[in-house]
């Protein structure tokens, strides 16, 4: 059973950073895909990042240029590096991961989730 923690979240000031780290266990880096989604209340989760088993990262269009998606493999760890954060990007951010060598940008398509952690942009 993959289970997903993630942490990092918090309130940060337009144009700041954040880092979010996601904690995996029970996973295989050859046979999942990993992902991050955010989610604001009463809208459906939208894809943000994900990172392919061989590695192959895509970035939402949205948050190009700004965000990076990582993992260090020996950890266990996803990350998603946030920069120059704007308070459009306020929202509960979450790990996922499929049974999948390729992610897909579908929230449908996860099997495992994690609980979310919030991040809050302020102007």
């Known amino acids: 059973q993959v289970q997903l923690q993630e942490s990092g979240g918090g309130s940060v000031q337009s144009g700041g950073s954040l880092r979010l780290s996601c904690s995996a266990s029970?996973?295989?880096?050859?046979?999942?895909?990993m992902g991050w989604f955010r989610q604001a209340p009463g809208r459906g989760r939208e894809w943000v990042a994900t990172?392919?088993?061989?590695?192959?990262?895509n970035v939402a269009y949205s948050v190009k240029g700004r965000f990076t998606i990582s993992r260090d493999k020996a950890k266990s760890t996803l990350y998603l590096q946030m920069n120059s954060l704007t308070t459009a990007d306020t929202d509960m951010y979450y790990c996922?991961?499929?049974?999948?060598?390729?992610?897909?940008?579908?929230?449908?398509?996860?099997?495992?989730w994690g609980q979310g952690t919030q991040v809050t942009v302020s102007s």
């Open positions: 996922a991961a499929a049974y999948a060598l390729r992610c897909s940008m579908w929230s449908g398509d996860y099997n495992y």
């Open positions: 029970g996973y295989s880096s050859s046979r999942h895909c």
């Open positions: 990172m392919d088993t061989d590695v192959t990262t």
